[in-house]
């Protein structure tokens, strides 16, 4: 079992940044390929983000592709998303996620990957 627990959600206004966090506990977080994805209100849930185990490897959504920055720290056991330029379109629950299936194999972008899921944090943008 994994247990994942975002944070650093918030209200900013447009043009601003945040830094969310996720914490992870449980089953050995420098095996897991992790992803972050968000569901803004009256849609399905999106992919943002997704990075290997070790951090070598990212892929983005076209959408924040130059403004969001998806890292982790192995030894915190932690993933981070800093999101820059923030746009009211960014308004979401954002939520991170863990694979422990190979980052190289399958679909990152792919919510279905995806066996352990955290409880998610708003992020609300104001223009």
């Known amino acids: 079992q994994v247990q994942l627990v975002e944070s650093g959600g918030g209200l900013v206004q447009a043009g601003g940044s945040l830094r969310l966090s996720c914490a992870a506990s449980g089953r050995t977080f420098s095996n897991a390929a992790m992803g972050w994805f968000r569901r803004a209100p009256g849609k399905e849930r999106e992919f943002v983000a997704a990075?290997?185990?070790?951090?070598?490897?990212?892929v983005y959504a076209d959408s924040v592709k130059g403004r969001f920055t998806i890292s982790r720290d192995n030894a915190k056991n932690t993933v981070y998303l800093q999101m820059n330029s923030l746009k009211p379109e960014d308004t979401a629950v954002y939520y991170c996620?863990?694979?422990?299936?190979?980052?190289?194999?399958?679909?990152?972008?792919?919510?279905?990957?995806?066996?352990?899921w955290g409880q998610g944090t708003q992020v609300t943008v104001s223009s």
């Open positions: 996620a863990a694979r422990f299936t190979s980052y190289y194999s399958g679909n990152n972008r792919n919510d279905k990957e995806y066996a352990y």
């Open positions: 990075v290997s185990w070790s951090g070598g490897s990212t």
